[in-house]
T-cell receptor
């Protein structure tokens, strides 16, 4: 089955700097890659996703890149702000009737003022 | 619009007691439904998923079970809780393929 690895497990950046979180996946059939943000004690929420037919997607300060050949994808947050502090999860999904999503282990991002 | 309800929000149960967590979805038909568990400070572990009434797939062996008695209802159960069952339980739904999930607000279970 699919296995998703995520690095780093913790990340601390100065406010205004950029943050990068990287993930790899094992199943070459995976074709949907969402990213979730989870604030303390709350539910994960989808912040951006990318499909295998594109290599990059941007939404304001957030961007994701996908390299299907290498089977890795990354989340980039620019001009970080205090409200970006949270745990971020990458995930991968294989096109199937169940469309179950396998998550990485998470990255705890802290923004230093 | 679609909404997902999950209850209770918090639960403290003694070891060996039964468990029943309920999740319902409104505003959609034939959703895919999922149960995830998140141990403290850890990632999201897929426990069960369902693509239709009575159809349950289990991802990991454990003393938990799931049922889907109605199209938009998903129940997580246990006959006898273990200390290791403590965690944050999240229900989620999706419709169609290649779409992300929407999570419920979660149940924080503490087994004592």
């Amino acid at each position: 089955g699919e296995n998703v690895e995520q690095h780093p497990s913790t990340l601390s950046v100065q406010e205004g700097d950029s943050a990068v979180i990287k993930c790899t996946y094992s199943d070459s059939a995976s074709n949907y890659f969402p990213w979730y943000k989870q604030e303390l004690g709350k539910r994960p929420q989808l912040i951006i996703d990318i499909r295998s037919n594109v290599g990059e997607k941007k939404d304001q300060r957030i961007a994701v890149t996908l390299n299907k050949t290498a089977k890795h994808f990354s989340l980039h947050i620019t001009e970080t702000q205090p409200e970006d502090s949270a745990v971020y999860f990458c995930a991968a999904s294989v096109y199937s009737s169940a469309s179950k999503i396998i998550f990485g282990s998470g990255t705890r991002l802290s923004i230093r003022p | 619009s679609q909404t997902i309800h999950q209850w209770p929000a918090t639960l403290v149960q003694p070891v060996g007691s039964p468990l029943s967590l309920e999740c319902t979805v409104e505003g959609t038909s034939n959703p895919n439904l999922y149960w995830y568990r998140q141990a403290a400070g850890r990632g999201l572990q897929l426990l069960f998923y369902s693509v239709g009434i009575g159809q349950i797939s289990s991802e990991v062996p454990q003393n938990l079970s799931a049922s889907r008695p109605q199209d938009r209802q998903f129940i997580l159960s246990s006959k006898k809780l273990l200390l290791s069952d403590s965690g944050f339980y999240l229900c989620a739904w999706s419709v169609g393929l290649l779409y992300g999930y929407t999570f419920g607000s979660g149940t924080r279970l503490t087994v004592v």
